[in-house]
């Protein structure tokens, strides 16, 4: 009789760390799909604008504006017209840890071709973006404080990596990081600098 309430008790402590960690891969069906569909709705109602003039940036479900961690801003509207990557990731987290270096490759390689690259740090210390960026030498600007952007994009644990297009509607979506994706993220790259 005494061993029950122990075996629950250790049952609910091993669900709730699981629950509570890092999550490798976890895909939300609705994470980009929502976003994408309620930007799409708020485009499809919009007036058309005057052909031939240049639209000012029109925030969308997708924008954020974070600290950056070597001081400024990271306002997403400063990358208008140009397709975006974003990194969702805890200082941490093995998995994003993981994804990092991939991460700076797709930078080096296509920022030339108009990929534009930002990391968001969930964690609300500056220390944490700067201490994982100097980890990784990464060169890409790399933003904190990004709890509520997370829950914005509807991210469930860390990596998450969003494709966001010209537009700045999700394209492409990845829950964790697993180098096997490594292939399906340089088509969606492709797909969006075209």
């Known amino acids: 009789m005494g061993k029950t309430p122990i075996l629950a008790l250790s049952l609910g402590c091993i669900i709730a760390f699981t629950c509570l960690g890092c999550k490798k891969r976890e895909v939300p069906g609705s ?9 799409q709705a708020a485009d499809a109602a919009k007036a058309p604008g005057a052909a031939g003039k240049e639209k000012a940036y029109a925030k969308k479900d997708s924008y954020f504006k974070l600290p950056g961690y070597k001081g400024g801003d ?5 990358y208008g017209g140009k ?3 974003l990194m969702f990731f805890t200082e941490g987290c093995p998995y994003c840890r993981k994804a990092a270096p991939f991460i700076e490759k797709m930078h080096e390689k296509y920022s030339s071709r108009g990929l534009s690259v930002i990391g968001i740090c969930l964690e609300d210390e500056l220390s944490a973006a700067a201490g994982f960026a100097r980890d990784f030498n990464l060169t890409f600007p790399i933003a904190y404080k990004g709890r509520e952007t997370a ?13 966001l297009t010209k537009e700045h509607i999700v394209h492409n979506v990845w829950a964790g990081y697993d180098p ?3 292939n399906a993220i340089i088509k969606g790259i492709e797909e969006v600098i075209k």
């Not at 994470?31 to 930007?39: F, K």
């Not at 914005?152 to 990596?159: F, I, K, L, N, W």
């Open 31 to 39: 994470a980009g799909q929502a976003i994408e569909s309620r930007v």
């Open 180 to 182: 096997q994706f490594d």
């Open 74 to 78: 990271i306002d997403l509207a400063s």
């Open 151 to 163: 829950g914005q994009y509807r991210t469930q644990g860390v990596p998450f990596i969003f494709l």
């Open 83 to 85: 397709p975006v990557m």
